[in-house]
């Protein structure tokens, strides 16, 4: 159960895009379609952005876009606003009911 | 709406035990998979635990495994977590998460607000 591999930080100017990569293995990342991402920001508890690698839950801007390729998720988010300025996890299902978490991502606008 | 209130938190001695408790509402509690997410101080998140709807299915970080009990009352739409053999490493806020279904591969969607676990002497 290794943490899954995200970027430390990341950044763009406003209105541009920024993308997270969050690697894993075929026992986690690869091997299910059940990655989701989490926005945090200070002193809140995390929300649901993506699940199930790209679908978006209510209320969720289509600038978030969720993506894989083998054993390496993406979360994509362009028209960046200064409200989208929080830490960023992955997180993938690894068999025998656990779950794994990316080492998260700071995202700077 | 959801609501998770997680509590039993505060400061323990190494080696002791605490239990967590989280109150579920807005939803029928045992319809869905539930979990314990943790996260030190200023450090990332850690998943913990989770478990089925009718407690069938049960999973652990190899971190708490043997030492950390999740297990749940549906007639009274709680959650817990029984915490023996704490350590420093297990000071965290520890936050209570709704699965999106009943079983425990399925995304966790709702989180409460968490409380803190402080390990210390």
């Known amino acids: 159960q290794s943490a899954l591999t995200q970027p430390p930080s990341a950044s763009g100017s406003p209105g541009q895009s920024v993308t997270i990569s969050c690697t894993g293995t075929s026992s986690d990342v690869g091997g299910y379609n059940y990655v989701s991402w989490f926005q945090q920001h200070p002193g809140k508890a995390p929300k649901l952005m993506i699940y199930e690698v790209t679908k978006r839950p209510s209320g969720v801007p289509d600038r978030f876009f969720g993506s894989k390729s083998g054993n390496t998720a993406s979360l994509t988010v362009s028209g960046l606003q200064a409200e989208d300025e929080a830490d960023y996890y992955c997180?993938?299902?690894?068999?025998?009911?656990?779950?794994?978490f990316g080492t998260g991502t700071n995202v700077t606008v | 709406e959801v609501q998770l209130v997680e509590s039993g938190g505060g400061l323990v001695q190494p080696g002791r035990s605490l239990r967590l408790s989280c109150a579920a509402s807005g939803f029928t509690f045992d319809d869905y998979a539930m979990h314990w997410v943790r996260q030190p101080p200023g450090k990332g998140l850690e998943w913990v635990s989770g478990i089925s709807w009718n407690s069938g299915n049960i999973g652990y970080a190899d971190s708490v495994k043997g030492r950390f009990t999740i297990s749940r009352d549906n007639a009274k739409n709680s959650l817990y977590l029984q915490m023996n053999s704490l350590n420093a490493e297990d000071t965290a806020f520890y936050y209570c998460?709704?699965?999106?279904?009943?079983?425990?591969?399925?995304?966790?969607?709702?989180w409460g607000q968490g409380i803190l676990v402080t390990v210390s002497s």
């Open positions: 997180t993938s299902y690894a068999g025998s009911h656990t779950y794994v």
């Open positions: 998460a709704k699965g999106s279904t009943t079983m425990v591969r399925h995304h966790f969607d709702y």
